[in-house]
């Protein structure tokens, strides 16, 4: 089948006055079998006005709210549309960001070309204003171990980027409606860790915006929901893949004391605290687990002194 039918699922939460960037996007595509199933997770702005005007113009639009006996988030009207949709392939968007105009084409022109393929990725590159300001561009090395190349960042794969064929995602629970974050990461790492049929596009095909409050960002700080961050990195170490491959162990460990750092710096010391609980508990039968000490020493100096922060980050490098 050369013209497939492709669902876009879209969560959304009081982005009136971006949303519509976001469809007008999408209609703009030159693959043109689509169906765009938009789920409110409960806005109180006019985005019901909006949607249902998109919807009496173009009834390849849905909108639906979420229902009432799903967990409030992201996570719960992801999986919601998923169940609603009919396409072969399934992209999940976000409601602030744009579509290349030929971002559907070249990804079904992918599975169209190699049978074999379970999901494709292209790059996204972010901005501010204007799509034509250059802005950071996503990674993407496509040569090497795929998981350890995921995990360590060196390919970007956010929960927007990857087209997914249906019959692979219905192999697998999809997105954890408990967790607040990082519940691509979740998700995709328990996929990537048993499949590796993937095709990449080195191309920017999605325009990420900039500058605007999320559940991960506000009044420009990060806000980490530390259960949620730790839970999904346990999870992580838990994969076949990563206890095949022990780098993965110390990739892990450098990213949660990148966080560590992070909350000293913003004197968060309650989160602090939870992280080195966890690599205490998580890393005690690892070489690693030696650093504690050091890991230990550097929250106390920086808890009571205040300051230093470049003196004594020597402290979390890890041997």
Avoid at 63 to 81: L, S
Avoid at 96 to 108: A, F, G, I, Q, T
Avoid at 126 to 132: L, M
Avoid at 224 to 235: D, G, N, Q, T
Wanted: glycine share 2%; with cysteine; net charge positive.
């Amino acid at each position: 089948m050369n013209n497939p039918l492709v669902s876009i699922i879209i969560p959304t939460y009081n982005r009136a006055h971006l949303i519509t960037e976001t469809l007008d996007s999408i209609i703009a595509q030159t693959h043109t079998n689509w169906e765009c199933i938009v789920v409110d997770d409960g806005s109180t702005d006019t985005t019901s006005v909006i949607l249902e005007a998109y919807v009496k113009k173009d009834n390849r639009f849905q909108y639906h709210t979420r229902p009432n006996d799903r967990i409030k988030g992201a996570n719960a009207c992801r999986n919601y549309g998923f169940q609603l949709s009919k396409g072969e392939y399934v992209n999940w968007f976000d409601s602030d960001d744009l579509m290349h105009p030929e971002h559907l084409e070249k990804k079904v022109t992918c599975f169209i070309k190699n049978k074999k393929n379970d999901f494709v990725i292209c790059k996204s590159q972010n901005f501010d204003d204007k799509i034509d300001e250059k802005g950071w561009e996503s990674n993407m090395l496509i040569t090497g171990d795929l998981f350890e190349n995921y995990i360590y960042g060196k390919l970007t794969i956010l929960t927007f980027h990857p087209m997914w064929r249906k019959s692979l995602l219905r192999k697998y629970d999809l997105f954890d409606e408990t967790i607040k974050q990082n519940q691509d990461l979740e998700l995709y790492s328990r996929i990537i860790d048993k499949e590796n049929a993937i095709d990449f596009i080195d191309e920017v095909l999605i325009y990420v915006r900039e500058n605007n409050e999320s559940i991960t960002v506000k009044n420009n700080k990060k806000q980490y929901h530390i259960a949620s961050f730790l839970e999904v990195k346990r999870r992580i170490l838990t994969l076949e893949s990563s206890l095949k491959n022990k780098e993965i162990l110390k990739i892990v460990l450098i990213q949660i004391l990148k966080v560590f750092r992070y909350l000293i710096k913003e004197r968060e010391y309650d989160k602090a605290t939870e992280i080195i609980k966890f690599i205490n508990i998580e890393y005690k039968e690892t070489n690693y687990h030696k650093n504690l000490f050091k890991i230990k020493a550097y929250y106390y100096l920086m808890k009571n002194l205040k300051k230093g922060e470049f003196k004594f980050k020597k402290l979390l490098q890890i041997t």
